[in-house]
T-cell receptor
Framework: ETGVTQSPTHLIKTRGQQVTLRCSSQSGHNTVSWYQQALGQGPQFIFQYYREEENGRGNFPPRFSGLQFPNYSSELNVNALELDDSALYLC??????????????FGPGTRLLVL | AQTVTQSQPEMSVQEAETVTLSCTYDTSESNYYLFWYKQPPSRQMILVIRQEAYKQQNATENRFSVNFQKAAKSFSLKISDSQLGDTAMYFCASPSNSGNTPLVFGKGTRLSVIA
């Protein structure tokens, strides 16, 4: 069984740039959720993808966008980077929503630093 | 806004001793899971234990067990025979009252196991 993988592990960008983070879900899972974890805080939900469509969104601006591919992998795109976007970005995969078994299994995260 | 409260920002315990981490939540869902995750310095969020709310029996996973008090919306984690490898941030998570958010996390408890 393959776990959740994310790439890259670390990334440094400057303000105003754009970034793409990638995630491959655990085998058997077709739902992917993205979280932002600022230093010293718990993860904050960004959005979830199921069947290649956004299936829920947290309190994040539209410059945070995503994609899900037919193989269930996913991308998180952030445009016009701001200093406050510096954080650990976590991807989690799970079974589909509504089935009553939605345990989130997390990847190792991507550490983004915006200068 | 929905909250998950972990009232102990930091805790320490001697190796081989027992420690309890507290968590309260305020979901309005009737049937749900609750989770404890561990995040060591390696950053990956690892599932420690989960509790199904409709089950009265407290969940147990080896040295980890929970004390689930549904009416009080309390969900504490007990770690028995603490080991140095248990040193990590521990996050409690509950489902969101909003159908669009899978999980809401607390701010975490930093646990240090001392030799």
């Amino acid at each position: 069984e393959t776990g959740v993988t994310q790439s890259p592990t670390h990334l440094i960008k400057t303000r105003g740039q754009q970034v793409t983070l990638r995630c491959s879900s655990q085998s058997g899972h077709n739902t992917v959720s993205w979280y932002q974890q600022a230093l010293g805080q718990g993860p904050q939900f960004i959005f979830q993808y199921y069947r290649e469509e956004e299936n829920g969104r947290g309190n994040f601006p539209p410059r945070f966008s995503g994609l899900q591919f037919p193989n269930y992998s996913s991308e998180l795109n952030v445009n016009a980077l701001e200093l406050d976007d510096s954080a650990l970005y976590l991807c989690a995969s799970s079974f589909p929503p509504g089935l009553g078994e939605e345990t989130q299994y997390f990847g190792p995260g991507t550490r983004l630093l915006v200068l | 806004a929905q909250t998950v409260t972990q009232s102990q920002p930091e805790m320490s315990v001697q190796e081989a001793e027992t420690v309890t981490l507290s968590c309260t939540y305020d979901t309005s869902e009737s049937n749900y899971y609750l989770f404890w995750y561990k995040q060591p310095p390696s950053r990956q969020m690892i599932l420690v234990i989960r509790q199904e709310a409709y089950k009265q029996q407290n969940a147990t996973e080896n040295r980890f067990s929970v004390n689930f008090q549904k009416a009080a919306k309390s969900f504490s984690l007990k770690i028995s025979d603490s080991q140095l490898g248990d040193t990590a941030m521990y996050f409690c998570a509950s489902p969101s009252n909003s159908g669009n958010t899978p999980l809401v996390f607390g701010k975490g408890t930093r646990l240090s196991v001392i030799a």
